[in-house]
């Protein structure tokens, strides 16, 4: 005779392929209904996303595109983004990454 392993787990136990949905299910509503996925917990927003208001972040997002789009004219594409608080004003400054290697001119 076959000895059954004892404390085994639900897991375990229920291991196998899913069933299938049929008209058994119908009558309790579980047809055609995703298994429910365990809710995540949101963190808080940071206490400085109180300041960014929809229509500032709009406004920052477009004059960074515009800063991007005059940086690619530029031949600038990797670059870094510093903030800085000076007086009482917040800047923002692009500061590439890579500078492109020099050639050295051939005479």
């Not at 929809?54 to 997002?61: K, L, M, S």
């Amino acid at each position: 005779m076959v000895k059954i392993p004892k404390n085994r787990g639900d897991a375990e136990m229920m291991g196998g392929p899913a069933e299938e949905a049929t008209f058994e299910h119908l009558s309790d509503g579980t047809a055609g209904r995703p298994a429910a996925k365990p809710a995540k917990k949101e963190a808080p927003p940071p206490a400085y996303a109180a300041f960014f208001t929809p229509e500032v972040q709009e406004d920052i997002g477009k004059a960074l595109l515009t800063l991007k789009v005059n940086l690619y004219k530029q031949g600038v594409v990797d670059f870094k983004l510093k903030v800085a608080c000076e007086a009482d004003q917040v800047v923002v400054r692009a500061v590439p990454v890579n500078k492109p290697p020099q050639r050295p001119q051939r005479r």
